[in-house]
């Protein structure tokens, strides 16, 4: 029995010599792990070139100037002179009112005026006749001022129904109802054949000026300092904007900051002047505002989606020699029209990876796209990015 445990406990001491001599054989032959596949990316150098500084806010376009047209007297319309839309200049007939009752009170008053001239006329005969008579005893003094009043009497009913008919005439002048100001003509407010009145609150029609034509808009009142030291040194320009930054609608000038800071706000409030000859901008329409601040030269520019946003501020992925992406801190100055002006961290001609940063990490060999399948690799980036 003790013979066949000691052949057994052999037969085991062999057995696991065995199998450690094979695992150890095995363990010296297995190959290295594989090293990851390097990443595929699209990247870009750092350009340097001279990049505009500006400062943006939101805005509302405002009309030069806005005029209700408006009658000064109440009579039937007999006359529109103008269509809807219409570019009208200053002293363009618009509509006309009926001036018959006033032409027929002018020849009522110009009727007046030849009674009393003729009356006046006979009164200084008279006075005349009168005068010598007085001399020679023949009429009594009395008699002479009667007659001088008399004259002075009719000489002033002249001159107040010279006065009556100016007022009449200038009452006719109101049939007419001109444009104030150059400008296009509104939605017409009363139709032909209707009585008109002064009172009326929307008038006959809106006249808008819109060539010049203006922008209001705001910035924060931090921006205070680095306009009004922008405006030292000359005059600055204003770029209007769509709403969604994609269509320049029209440059113009700035004019001036609004003398009070909004302190509920903390903005200051600004306006631009455009000259509009393309009519690109309408009253009341909302734009966004660029104003011109500077203008840097050889500044350092990137593709906005270079730079990525840690934990520890602003960076970008840099391809350094032998294709290994490391991470850079940058400090952008401003983003604009897909385009980051950088001021800290990059140099020219600085690869820099654009798409693709979300399967990076520092130490990663990449491998660069060109052509279609870097185009197609920035639309696959975008479609994901819209994911929610």
């Not at 000489?155 to 002048?173: F, G, N, R």
């Not at 819109?210 to 320009?237: H, N, Y």
């Not at 990449?366 to 819209?386: I, K, P």
Request: charged share 15%; aromatic share 6%; glycine share 8%.
């Amino acid at each position: 029995m003790r013979r066949k445990v000691i052949i057994l406990a052999g037969v085991v001491i062999a057995a696991a010599g065995s199998g450690w001599a094979y695992l150890s054989a095995t363990a010296v032959k297995a190959p290295p792990p594989a090293p990851p596949p390097p990443v595929p990316v699209v990247a870009q150098k750092v350009k340097s070139g001279d990049v505009p500084i500006y400062l943006r806010g939101i805005g509302t376009v405002y009309a030069y100037n806005t005029v209700v047209v408006r009658s000064q007297i109440t009579g039937q319309l007999v006359k529109i002179a103008f269509k809807e839309g219409q570019h009208v200049e200053k002293g363009e007939l618009l509509a006309e009112i009926d001036p018959r009752p006033y032409e027929a009170l002018i020849a009522q008053y110009q009727a007046d005026k030849k009674r009393n001239e003729a009356q006046l006329a006979n009164a200084k005969a008279n006075l005349t006749r009168y005068t010598p008579l007085e001399k020679h005893g023949y009429a009594t003094s009395q008699l002479v001022d009667t007659q001088q009043a008399q004259v002075a009497q009719l000489e002033a009913a002249v001159q107040s129904v010279d006065a009556q008919i100016e007022a009449a005439k200038i009452q006719l002048s109101y049939t007419r109802l001109t444009s104030p100001i150059d400008g296009l003509t509104g939605i017409l407010q009363i139709d032909i054949g209707n009585i008109i009145y002064p009172t009326d609150v929307n008038g006959l029609v809106t006249v808008t000026q819109i060539e010049p034509i203006s922008v209001i808009f705001t910035l924060p009142q931090t921006d205070f300092p680095e306009i009004q030291e922008a405006l030292t040194k000359g005059p600055l320009k204003v770029l209007a904007y769509s709403q969604d930054n994609k269509v320049k609608l029209a440059e113009g000038q700035f004019l001036l900051i609004n003398n009070q800071i909004n302190q509920t706000t903390g903005t200051l409030q600004i306006k631009a002047n455009f000259p509009n000859r393309e009519h690109r901008l309408w009253p009341g329409l909302l734009v966004n505002a660029w104003l011109l601040l500077q203008t840097r030269h050889n500044a350092l520019t990137v593709a906005a989606s270079a730079v990525q946003q840690g934990p520890n501020g602003t960076y970008a992925y840099v391809i350094k020699p032998g294709g290994i992406a490391e991470i850079q801190p940058v400090k952008v100055a401003q983003t604009s029209g897909g385009q980051a002006l950088i001021d800290a961290g990059l140099a020219p001609n600085d690869e820099v990876v654009v798409d693709g940063q979300y399967r990076l990490h520092p130490g990663d060999h990449v491998t660069l796209l060109h052509g279609r399948a870097a185009q197609e690799a920035v639309a696959q980036s975008e479609q994901q990015m819209e994911i929610p």
